[in-house]
């Protein structure tokens, strides 16, 4: 059975990975594999520290138990464990290559500059499987799902990507029965805007024109009305977040080709760049 791997909230305080990933389950019939991480350093105990820890172990598993009992006991297929574990995505990354979920489900802490925390960057940037990152506010109720690609690369990774984002954009759009949009942001420059030099009408209207032909294409082949494609230019980590709440998207589907060591510490990509705007779910996929 296809199993979903979910990064339990921390402390027992809220479930929003949890009641998330319960939705995709009984839409999708998938298994939930819920780790609860749990870390504290006890060296300085010496002989007493393995027993604290033991101890403490004990009764998280009850506390756990307790809980999912309550969540989703009797409704879904699930298993949990509770993992002693400082780095977080180190395990994720090594669980999703042994066991290749459909995909990791862990809530977005975001910090007080609005970006979230690193073990989130990390599994955005490492993670071999898709990674959900759940949102902890939603804007409002809504439904929908939008999908950000694209459309006028050349390169074949890109090209790939743009083929898995719709791929599983579609399907996801299918089993929740939503409506599925897809957005394309030809990128202008700030300076050439300011100057007149460029005008954001002019650019989507060339564009469209350039891209009509693929854009009636890629709906044929993933059944998505014409209509449903927008060409919005500007800066993809602005724009993308803008046309999701017009659109009153639930779900956001980006690519990101994650960079590691110090050009992703930098640089990041637009994809980071995006969920730090987004206030919705985020679902980053790899080539």
Not at 139 to 153: N, P, V
């Amino acid at each position: 059975m296809r199993n979903v791997l979910v990064v339990a909230d921390p402390n027992f305080e809220t479930t929003t990975a949890i009641e998330q990933a319960k939705r995709l389950s009984i839409a999708d019939d998938v298994k939930l594999h819920i780790v609860y991480f749990y870390y504290e350093n006890l060296r300085g105990m010496g002989s007493k520290g393995e027993a604290l820890k033991q101890s403490l172990l004990t009764r998280l598993n009850e506390k756990a138990k307790e809980q999912l009992g309550q969540l989703l006991d009797g409704e879904i297929p699930f298993s949990f464990e509770i993992v002693w574990e400082k780095n977080l995505h180190t395990w994720v990354n090594t669980y999703a290559e042994s066991n290749n979920p459909v995909m990791v489900m862990k809530t977005g802490h975001r910090s007080e500059t609005m970006f979230y925390t690193p073990t989130d960057w990390h599994l955005i940037r490492e993670c071999p499987a898709p990674v959900l990152i759940v949102a902890e506010k939603k804007w409002r109720t809504r439904s929908g799902i939008l999908a950000a690609i694209d459309l006028q690369t050349e390169q074949k990774e890109k090209q790939r990507l743009n083929e898995k984002i719709l791929a599983t954009s579609k399907y996801l759009a299918t089993v929740f029965d939503v409506p599925l949009h897809v957005c394309y942001t030809p990128v202008v420059p700030d300076i050439l805007r300011d100057f007149g030099i460029q005008f954001l009408d002019e650019v989507e209207e060339d564009a469209r024109q350039d891209l009509i032909n693929k854009i009636n294409h890629l709906g044929k082949t993933y059944g998505i009305p014409p209509e449903n494609f927008h060409v919005n230019a500007g800066k993809p980590e602005k724009v993308i977040p803008s046309t999701a709440a017009k659109l009153h998207a639930g779900l956001v589907v980006v690519g990101t080709i994650g960079r590691t060591g110090i050009t992703g510490k930098l640089l990041g990509n637009t994809a980071e760049e995006i969920l730090s705007l987004l206030k919705t779910n985020v679902l980053t996929l790899k080539p």
